[in-house]
Nanobody
Framework: QVQLVESGGGLVQAGGSLRLSCAASGRTFSSYAMGWFRQAPGKEREFVAFISRRVGSTYYADSLKGRFTISSDNAKNTIYLQMNNLKPEDTAVYYC??????????????????WGQGTQVTVSS
């Protein structure tokens, strides 16, 4: 079993920055891949970013490239999401998750196991 706890969300003005953290505990997961997703009110959960913690490769939703950066500190069992130049449309609950399962698309929300409880990000205009 893996437990994930997100933190770092909050209220920020448009153009500002936030750094989200996702701390993992439980089973050793140094080789796990992980992703960040977000869900805005009334919308489906959507893919944000992915990192292969074993090899360090990353992948982003096209619309977020250049503003968001995913990273990992394996010694701390923590991944991060640095979000810059935030926009009101970035307002959402942000979740981290372990996955995807082998053979699944990394943007597929159903392919991920072990989700955190989420952290709210609100961007004011």
């Amino acid at each position: 079993q893996v437990q994930l706890v997100e933190s770092g969300g909050g209220l920020v003005q448009a153009g500002g920055s936030l750094r989200l953290s996702c701390a993992a505990s439980g089973r050793t997961f140094s080789s796990y891949a992980m992703g960040w997703f977000r869900q805005a009110p009334g919308k489906e959960r959507e893919f944000v970013a992915f990192i292969s913690r074993r090899v360090g490769s990353t992948y982003y939703a096209d619309s977020l490239k250049g503003r968001f950066t995913i990273s990992s500190d394996n010694a701390k069992n923590t991944i991060y999401l640095q979000m810059n130049n935030l926009k009101p449309e970035d307002t959402a609950v942000y979740y981290c998750a372990v996955g995807p399962r082998l053979g699944y698309d990394i943007v597929d929300v159903t392919a991920y196991d072990y989700w955190g409880q989420g952290t709210q990000v609100t961007v004011s205009s």
